[in-house]
């Protein structure tokens, strides 16, 4: 029992990493995704500016 739990640990361990650097990933395409709509948004308002005058 003892030395099949010690393995698990290890393996654990290593999955961690993979997992934290997919919420990373994760949360990084989010902040993208936001900021890329906020600057679209904000090229578009400046492109309707432009057409008024």
Sequence with gaps: ????????????QKMLPGGVILVFVLVGLACIAIVST???????????G????
């Design 1 to 12: 029992m003892g030395v099949h739990s010690s393995p698990t640990i290890l393996e654990t």
């Design 50 to 53: 432009l057409q008024r005058f």
């Design 38 to 48: 906020i600057i679209y948004r904000k090229w578009q308002a400046r492109q309707r």
